[in-house]
């Protein structure tokens, strides 16, 4: 059974830098378009980037264009995602998952929700 798993998590002072990785555990993640989500205490889930299966495309939720940055190795089966400039309203449990659809929408996701790694935002 496909599972993900995600690390990277922590506790950053604001204006701080985080990377998070993912990992694709029992499946590829190679034909798969990928993105990573966050869920903050009382908020639905929201997806924050997006990869294509070939990298050759990204998305990116308007509040964190230009601070953060996914890539994916298809060979490691590995998708990351670079976190600068972190802001008090960054904070969350970040999960990732397969896109079913690419552009992205509101779409079921591709394999179960792993346990997320948590980001912590504060002085």
């Known amino acids: 059974q496909v599972h993900v798993l995600e690390s990277g998590g922590g506790l950053v002072h604001p204006g701080g830098s985080r990377r998070l990785s993912c990992v694709v555990c029992g499946g590829s993640l190679t034909n798969t378009a990928m993105g990573w989500f966050r869920q903050a205490p009382g908020k639905e889930r929201e997806l924050v980037a997006g990869i294509y299966r070939s990298a050759s495309n990204c998305y990116y939720l308007d509040v964190v264009k230009g601070r953060f940055t996914i890539s994916r190795d298809n060979a490691k089966n590995e998708v990351s995602l670079q976190m600068n400039s972190l802001k008090s309203e960054d904070p969350a449990v970040y999960y990732c998952?397969?896109?079913?659809?690419?552009?992205?929408?509101?779409?079921?996701?591709?394999?179960?929700w792993g346990q997320g790694t948590q980001v912590t935002v504060s002085s």
């Open positions: 998952n397969g896109l079913r659809i690419w552009p992205p929408e509101d779409e079921p996701p591709f394999w179960s």
